[in-house]
């Protein structure tokens, strides 16, 4: 098994930053992808950025592109999230998930980390 665990959310003011964590043990030598995801408040989870557990390619949500940055470490197994300019509308909790090569949906999933943006 997989074990995920985020860390790094927390409270900020429009326009600031945050960088979530997310730190895998367990049986990682199969994982191939990493991902963040969202879920605001009464929305469905969506898909935030992604990137492979050895390089590129990186992909990222519309809503993301050019704000947040997605980075892995597979020696450390370690992915993060650097967010920027943050807006109200990103509030949400954050999860960090990662997925084995081959398979199409997320298998393994944290627990979550808060993100709110607010004054």
């Known amino acids: 098994q997989v074990q995920v665990a985020e860390s790094g959310g927390g409270l900020v003011q429009p326009g600031g930053s945050l960088r979530l964590s997310c730190a895998l043990s367990?049986?990682?030598?199969?994982?191939?992808?990493m991902g963040w995801f969202r879920q605001a408040p009464d929305k469905v989870r969506e898909f935030v950025a992604s990137v492979r557990w050895r390089g590129s390619p990186t992909y990222y949500a519309a809503f993301a592109r050019g704000r947040f940055t997605i980075s892995g470490n597979g020696a450390k197994k370690t992915v993060a999230l650097q967010m920027n300019s943050l807006k109200p509308e990103d509030t949400a909790v954050y999860y960090c998930?990662?997925?084995?090569?081959?398979?199409?949906?997320?298998?393994?999933w944290g627990q979550g980390t808060q993100v709110t943006v607010s004054s």
């Open positions: 998930a990662a997925k084995q090569d081959g398979k199409q949906d997320y298998e393994y």
């Open positions: 367990g049986r990682t030598d199969t994982l191939s992808d």
